[in-house]
């Protein structure tokens, strides 16, 4: 029977050869000018599987951090039209509050803290990540 490790181990190699994969057969016989889209969506989907399954590597502020940059480059390139506007004000209020107190901590070299409730935060995840599957 595998150990916890070496099946962890497996499911990252299988996510590892998928994203290879994806490059070589797909998007690499695209045209020059989609390439770079291929790329950020085979990129950004690889880094979501890996923190599904790799979640409880990260804190629950962690978590909630990289959920909210991966949000904020759903926007970037438009692909949070599927999104009511109450959501995407709420995604830009955590990603603003998040620069903010960054910036103001940077000032003090000290590790940032975003002002919101880790429970909250996590929950959002869960449920960005389960409406993105």
Do not use: C
């Amino acid at each position: 029977m595998a150990t916890t490790e070496e099946r962890r181990d497996k499911r990252f190699y299988g996510h590892t050869v998928a994203a290879l994969r994806d490059i070589e057969e797909r998007a690499m016989q695209l045209p020059q000018e989609q390439r770079y889209a291929a790329g950020y969506g085979i990129l950004r989907g690889y880094v979501e599987s890996l923190l599904v399954n790799f979640a409880e590597s990260f804190s629950a502020e962690q978590l909630a951090e990289i959920r909210i940059v991966l949000d904020q480059l759903t926007k970037l390139v438009r692909e949070d039209e599927h999104l009511d506007e109450a959501t995407r004000t709420r995604l830009d209020q955590l990603a603003r509050a998040l620069r903010e107190t960054g910036q103001k901590e940077s000032t003090r070299q000290s590790k940032p803290q975003v002002g919101i409730d880790a429970k909250d935060a996590e929950a959002q995840a869960r449920q960005d990540w389960s409406n993105d599957e």
